[in-house]
Every structure is written in structure tokens, then in C-alpha cells.
């Protein structure tokens, strides 16, 4: 079946990037399949992650078929629009269904992107990896694609006010080169793999990141050790 809804979607996204004059540096673009299942992993600090990680696969004439929570699903404005793109819906308590349908995805060639903290990481560090990526890409035989994201918080994040004004803000992407799974590998070893990619990948988007806080009240999305004032991650995350 045709994407009806899914282009016009994206092509409004890249109006409201334009109109907010958003910076883009996004490398390793290449790295993204032409054909074929993957499984996008990404870091998640942003409530538009799914936007920026998944406008890193256009140049590809990709289409990511994102995993999210079902209550997105229910609004009737986001709901409708998140069934026409063919996104999954994923209910924690009957997860099940979920994995099934994404590895369905995947074996019809397609990309599903997840985000394996599972939430939004306020301390804006990598918080521990869910294995279900990981088992996803074994049980349909795809690679997993890592995926770094750095500046989207500074848009909309958890606990701050969204802020979608003209601040002509720096976002960075970084796409690494996808990582070949082995059904026989456990999982864990499979996530620890992808996780340390990303960890890679994300400090460099940080290190390639053009812009700091314009004064002392605005060290908020920067984390502590690169001494921004975010909250601390949680004790063992």
C-alpha cells in the first residue's frame, strides 16, 4: 500500500525546520540501507527525536517506521496520523504484540525505529539499553543502524516548556554504520554492543556541536560533565 500520509508529513516537518531556521550537521547519512529491514536504535532527549531520526533516513528515501507508547496512538489528533505512517503502537503490559508487529516490519524490508531507554533521559546521558531492539534484529535476521542525536532538547524535552520559536538552533545527527547480529549472540551482548555505538556517536555529535549557553540560565540542556546543570541520572542508570 502507497505512503499517502507519510511524505506530506515529512515535507511539513522540513517547513517548520525552515521556518525555525533549525541548523542542520548531519553525517553518516550513507550509512542508512537503500533496501532491506534495519532496526534504528537512537538516543531519546526530545519529544521530536522520532522527527530528527528519522528525517537522517530521507536521503536514503527511507521511511522509519517508529515504535511508540499506545496513548499516542489514542489522541485524536497524533493517533490518526501515527496509524496512516504505519508506526506501531507498543502497549507495555501486552508487549508481545508489539515486538511481533515490528518483526513483521522488518522481514517486509522495512526500517523500525526504537528508542531502547525507553524514555525520555532527562540528565541527557545514555541511559541503560531494553534488549528488545536487539532480539527484534535476531529473530528478522536485520541489522541494527545506531543513531545519535545532540540539540533536540533544546526544542521540546521532558519537564521544560517547548520552545518553538526562530532561535536558529544547532541540531546534530550522527548515523553509524549498521552492526551485523548473530542470532546465536544473547541479546544483552547485542544490546551492550549497540549501546556503546551510540555512546560513541552521541559524543561525537557533542564534540561537533557549534553552539553553548548563551548565559548562566541557560545551561539547563547541557549535562553535568560537560558542566551544564541537568539533572543527574539516576542512581545505576
Given at each position: 500500500m502507497a505512503d499517502l500520509v507519510y511524505p506530506p508529513v515529512v515535507g511539513a516537518a522540513r517547513t517548520l525546520f525552515k521556518a525555525l531556521d533549525l541548523r542542520f550537521d548531519i553525517q553518516g547519512v550513507e550509512n542508512v540501507p537503500r533496501e532491506g529491514g534495519a532496526v534504528l536504535v537512537s538516543n531519546h532527549i526530545g519529544y521530536l527525536d522520532f522527527v530528527f531520526a528519522g528525517f537522517a533516513a530521507r536521503p536514503s528515501k527511507r521511511l522509519v517506521r517508529f515504535m511508540a507508547k499506545d496513548s499516542v496512538f489514542r489522541h485524536k489528533v497524533?493517533?490518526?496520523?501515527?496509524?496512516?505512517?504505519?508506526h506501531i503502537p507498543v502497549d507495555r503490559a501486552q508487549g508481545e504484540h508489539a515486538f511481533r508487529h515490528a518483526v513483521d516490519a522488518l522481514r517486509r524490508g522495512e526500517i523500525v525505529g526504537v528508542f531502547p531507554e525507553a524514555t525520555i533521559s532527562q540528565s541527557f546521558t545514555l541511559k541503560k539499553f531494553k534488549t528488545g531492539a536487539a532480539r527484534m534484529a535476531q529473530e528478522a535476521q536485520v541489522p541494527i543502524l545506531p543513531v545519535a542525536l545532540w540539540g533536540t532538547q533544546r526544542l521540546w524535552t521532558k519537564g521544560r516548556p517547548r520552545d518553538l520559536r526562530r532561535n536558529h538552533y544547532p541540531v546534530t545527527i550522527r548515523v553509524g554504520s549498521p552492526l551485523a547480529v548473530a542470532p546465536e549472540e544473547p541479546a544483552q551482548?547485542?544490546?551492550?554492543?549497540?549501546?556503546?555505538?551510540v555512546q560513541e556517536l552521541l559524543e561525537a555529535a557533542q564534540r561537533a556541536y557549534p553552539a553553548t549557553p548563551r548565559d548562566d540560565k541557560d545551561t539547563w540542556w547541557l549535562p553535568a560533565h560537560l558542566g551544564g546543570t541537568a539533572p543527574p541520572p539516576p542512581a545505576g542508570v
Open positions: 497524533s493517533g490518526p496520523l501515527m496509524r496512516a505512517m504505519k551482548a547485542v544490546t551492550a554492543r549497540a549501546r556503546e555505538r
